[in-house]
């Protein structure tokens, strides 16, 4: 298809339209629509695998549109009763169809790259951590809006109906969603038996990927490979259909679509562990001294290294041996509903958790004498509000002689409610012989590493309300 066909295909059919529902809509979501896409670690301009997997999650109504307009698209000869007269010239079917299909795949992918390219600058801006690991989840991306496009296209031509573009649409959007919420996940329960659910590997024949919950996670390559064969094989029966001129030529178009699926299900991981995994080369840790910072943080180790060395001191001299000597980055990923896991010679720390996020300076080394004395046991995932809050005030208020609120985002009303829950119990603990204060700590962090127990209530002797 030469470049003066393309130009006219662009201006009699719906692939401009097309390119712009993907682009605008898309844009408008992640501008205007508040959510966790705006925030934390995993923002969509944040890193790069994270803005790869925001944008891939918009294909959950981005794709059924591609589709609908696709069908559109392929009803364009019978709408112009022209069918008959086509077929009668000596053009190839098949030219006839990559003239129809190749302005839209153009459109679908060039306004796919813009969306991934706005997201790109900012990125840039925001991360000093560069890789192509991302690359492949926006290909498939863009793949899965053309294959979309082209399927809907072939059953267009197949089905030639004003019902068939709406039918289409609501019929891919009813498959990414059934993907999304119950065909596509598994039920489970976790080690401390709360039920979750997780996504299984029907769930990736869907081209929308879960939300990014963590800035070390990606798509394994079996995931890439299995989505691009399932959906070629999607793009080759839309194309067939195109072509096809009989009842039995568009029942031999499905072949392709119903291979590539058996076969995409062989490749794509069985087990929920290997979809998300972590990428181990985000995850290496760059230091400075004693504290350390995963890949795609080291932009901010600078400002880290400092309050970090000096929570280090403080705790060293308040606790002595039995103090933590390492401050750094959690870059364990645990399943999400699983119970944290602490180390008491290492203060482990995320920056997506509030007292750490916003906090810098003498702030910022409040926050971390927190983590090292009470890190917190919310199930993975959770956020919750209560006795650890109250036991990381005591225990740093106990470490610096002086009690005050954590650093974070709490109301006026919440920190008004943490003075008193833990005032008295400061004072209390202040007034302990030294030996005892030191044996209601060391109850308090047994309490806190362990998860089992109160931290709030051993650190008051049992007498927390």
């Known amino acids: 298809m030469n470049v003066r066909v393309l130009r006219i295909e662009l201006r009699r ?4 339209w097309a390119g712009a529902v993907v ?5 408008a979501f992640l501008y205007l629509i508040p959510g966790s896409w705006w925030t934390g670690t995993t923002a969509w301009t944040a890193q790069w695998t994270s803005m790869a997997l925001w944008t891939r999650g918009l294909l959950f109504y981005l794709w059924p549109l591609t589709v609908g307009l696709g069908a559109l698209q392929g009803l364009r000869d019978h709408r112009s009763k022209m069918s008959e007269l ?8 098949r030219h006839r169809a990559t003239a129809l299909a190749g302005p839209t795949a153009v459109t679908l992918t060039t306004a796919f790259a813009l969306l991934v390219l706005v997201g790109a600058v900012q990125v840039v801006a925001n991360t000093q951590y560069t890789h192509l690991g991302w690359l492949p989840i926006s290909l498939v991306g ?6 979309g496009a082209v399927l809907g296209m072939g059953a267009g031509r197949a089905l030639p109906s004003v019902l068939t573009p709406p039918a289409l649409a609501m019929g891919a959007f009813v498959f990414t969603a059934l993907m999304q919420m119950s065909l596509g996940r598994t039920e489970t329960t976790t080690a401390t038996g709360v039920p979750s659910t997780e996504p299984n590997r029907i769930s990736l024949l869907s081209p929308a990927v879960q939300e990014a919950r963590n800035a070390l996670l990606t798509l394994s390559a079996s995931v890439h490979v299995g989505q691009t064969i399932w959906l070629l094989a999607m793009a080759a029966t839309g194309f067939a259909l195109l072509v096809a001129a009989t009842p039995r030529a568009r029942l031999i178009a499905l072949t392709p679509v119903l291979a590539g699926a058996a076969l995409a299900l062989l490749v794509l991981p069985a087990d929920p562990h290997r979809i998300y995994v972590v990428d ?3 995850a290496e840790l760059v230091c400075d001294g004693p504290v350390c910072v995963t890949k795609t943080q080291q ?23 039995q103090a933590p000597v390492t401050v750094r980055e959690n870059a364990t990923v645990l399943p999400e509903g699983s119970t944290p896991q602490w180390s008491r010679t290492t203060v482990l720390f995320d920056f997506d958790d509030d007292i750490i996020a916003a906090a810098k300076g003498e702030e910022l080394t409040r926050a971390l004498i927190a983590k090292g004395m009470v890190p917190g046991c919310s199930p993975v995932g959770w956020s919750s509000f209560g006795n650890d809050e ?4 005591v225990a740093v208020g106990w470490v610096l002689g002086e009690l005050r609120p954590l650093p974070g985002t709490l109301s006026a009303g919440l920190r008004r409610e943490v003075d008193a829950e833990t005032r008295p119990v400061w004072k209390e603990l202040e ?9 209601r700590i060391d109850a308090m962090r047994t309490a806190a590493f362990s998860c089992e127990g109160d931290a709030f209530d051993a650190l008051s002797g049992g007498a927390s309300r």
């Open 13 to 16: 059919s719906v692939a401009p």
């Open 23 to 27: 682009l605008l809509p898309a844009l």
């Open 86 to 93: 086509l077929t009668s010239t000596p053009r190839p079917a």
């Open 142 to 147: 863009a793949l899965s809006l053309v294959a």
């Open 280 to 282: 181990e080369a985000a």
């Open 299 to 321: 932009g901010r180790l600078a400002g880290l290294a400092g309050p970090g060395k000096e929570a280090l001191r403080r705790l060293r001299a308040a606790l002595g041996g």
């Open 390 to 393: 109250f036991a990381q005030t």
């Open 431 to 439: 007034a302990l012989p030294r030996a005892e204060q030191l044996s």
